[in-house]
């Protein structure tokens, strides 16, 4: 005898991907620009935030949120570790977004105190150049 909501029939069903929104952001200012983005544009934005935001730093975010590459400021590392590490950060950080792929032209740059990283995003959405 079988309950009546049990069934032998396996039912699968696919997660449907809606294209990410955010509100639009001027990154040369950091200021919001009062339109809201959509597809690629979204995830460039998400990127832009996390990256700055520092994880465990603000309780409204959960861990999986942020970036830890403040960490490396001002530390008397090597070019290479420097590297290494701050790739292990962002893709850390990044590879929360069910949007982004991978990762891949990385690179980093240092000026005084302040840490340069750029990259590229693959995404679902395409391609998307990250500068922070």
Known sequence: MAFPFETDDIVETEEILKAPKEYGIDFATGQLTGKIVEGAEAIK????????????????????????????????YSKEY?????????????????????????????????????FTANSLFGEVEINV
């Open 45 to 76: 934005v998400w990127i832009y935030n996390t990256l700055r935001t520092s994880r465990y730093r603000y309780n409204i975010f959960s861990w999986d949120y942020g970036s830890e590459t403040d960490d490396l400021i001002g530390q008397p």
């Open 82 to 118: 420097l590297s290494m590490e701050a790739k292990r950060m962002v893709e850390d950080c990044i590879i929360m977004n069910k949007y982004v792929t991978s990762i891949t032209d990385f690179s980093i740059s240092t000026e005084d105190d302040k840490l340069n990283i750029s």
